[in-house]
């Protein structure tokens, strides 16, 4: 019987991925990291949102070590390299991710989720870069992505001193944008990712795809992207006809 390790559900447009190894803290081993690539190339036409989610207790507790202490330097390499595929895939696939935390959201489980354009977590998440701890560096995106968030310099000092940050830390520094009850999670970030889908396509698309590149450039280039994402988004039929909802519905108001 083959083991379920990601499982994944569609409801109207919104496209729900779980990672599905509870007793092992979803802790990423080579064969979920395949399951999750293969959930991720595999949303159905037509999905406006992602949202990400994990049975149990936890999150994600990060790279499967037992895995990893096997690996040659090339095969770390290639491997890190993989993940750096599947999760820029997350990011800049065009579709909106909302990640639903809890628990351990430790190494390549932080990795992972900063992968994501919303964050939501509840009271008992734990934010942890111990791969210094392990003798290790990390492979997953985190010296991009997770530095980009909270800075270089936190995310050294987390990596030195391996320190645990809980939920409230972590969103004054911007690792989750909201915090919620004990077991609210999941449904906050079906809240938001119905709001999403009520977005333009396009837009989203635009906000999720330009965004993350314009803060790789120049402030020049990034700017003259702006202007040009700007000229896709704004000219198509789409918003012309919701501008034009909008302004009617202006109208009455002001005439009532």
Not at 71 to 79: A, C, D, S, T, Y
Not at 150 to 163: D, Q, S, V, Y
Not at 246 to 255: A, I, P, V
Request: aromatic fraction near 4%.
């Amino acid at each position: 019987m083959t083991e379920t390790l990601v499982k994944t559900s569609l409801d109207d447009s919104i496209y729900t991925i779980t990672l599905a190894r509870p007793e092992k803290r979803n802790a990423v081993s080579d064969r979920l990291l395949g399951a999750l690539k293969e959930a991720v190339v595999a949303a159905p036409e037509g999905t406006r949102v992602i949202i990400l989610a994990a049975e149990g207790k936890h999150f994600c507790a990060g790279l499967d070590l037992a895995e990893h202490q096997h690996r040659e330097p090339f095969g770390v390499m290639q491997h890190s390299r993989g993940w750096h595929r599947i999760f820029d895939r997350l990011q800049n696939g065009g579709i909106p991710v909302v990640a639903a935390m809890q628990g351990a959201v430790i190494g390549g489980g932080l990795e992972l989720a900063s992968a994501a354009h919303v964050r939501v977590a509840e009271p008992n998440t734990l934010y942890q870069l111990p791969e210094g701890r392990h003798g290790i560096f990390v492979g997953g995106g985190a010296s991009v992505r997770v530095a980009n968030i909270i800075g270089a310099g936190r995310m050294c000092e987390m990596m030195l001193t391996g320190r645990l940050m809980d939920a409230d830390e972590g969103q004054r520094l911007g690792l989750s944008h909201y915090v919620v009850g004990e077991g609210e999670s999941l449904a906050k970030a079906r809240q938001l990712a119905e709001r999403i889908a009520e977005n333009a396509p396009m837009a989203n698309w635009a906000m999720v795809s330009a965004i993350s590149r314009i803060g790789d450039m120049s402030s020049d280039d990034g700017l003259f992207v702006e202007s040009l994402t700007a000229a896709l988004t704004q000219t198509s039929p789409e918003v012309a006809e919701r501008i034009g909802e909008f302004l009617t519905r202006k109208d009455k108001g002001l005439r009532t």
